[in-house]
Nanobody
């Protein structure tokens, strides 16, 4: 049974940084694609960043230059380094994985339960 476990969410002031972690367990092999999504109250869940098994990454425009997604060791662990946080970044952040889709067309099969990020102005 595949499980994704996020950690690292916290409350920070605008301009601050956080590093989110996601640990995958029970995966039969290295996940083809892992991603971070986020959802804030009243808004749809949006895909923030993806990373393919070969290291190729994608980001939504609003986080480019501020957020970095990268693999840990093993590659079933992923991180999201968030710098220059803004109040609009506040959301529940979810880790997700897919065995066969990535980037803009990624359709997750597995989801974590989320970790809360709060950004005060």
């Amino acid at each position: 049974q595949v499980q994704l476990m996020e950690s690292g969410g916290d409350s920070v002031e605008a301009g601050g940084s956080l590093r989110l972690s996601c640990a995958a367990s029970g995966y039969p092999s290295i996940p083809y694609c892992m991603a971070w999504f986020r959802q804030s109250p009243g808004k749809e869940r949006e895909k923030v960043a993806t990373i393919r098994v070969d290291g190729r990454t994608t980001y939504i425009d609003s986080v480019k230059g501020r957020f970095t997604i990268d693999h840990g060791k093993p590659k079933s662990n992923v991180f999201l380094q968030m710098n220059g946080l803004k109040p609009e970044d506040a959301a529940v952040y979810y880790c997700a994985a897919s065995p066969n889709t990535c980037g803009l067309s990624m359709s997750p099969i597995y989801w974590g339960r989320g970790t809360q990020v709060t950004v005060s102005s």
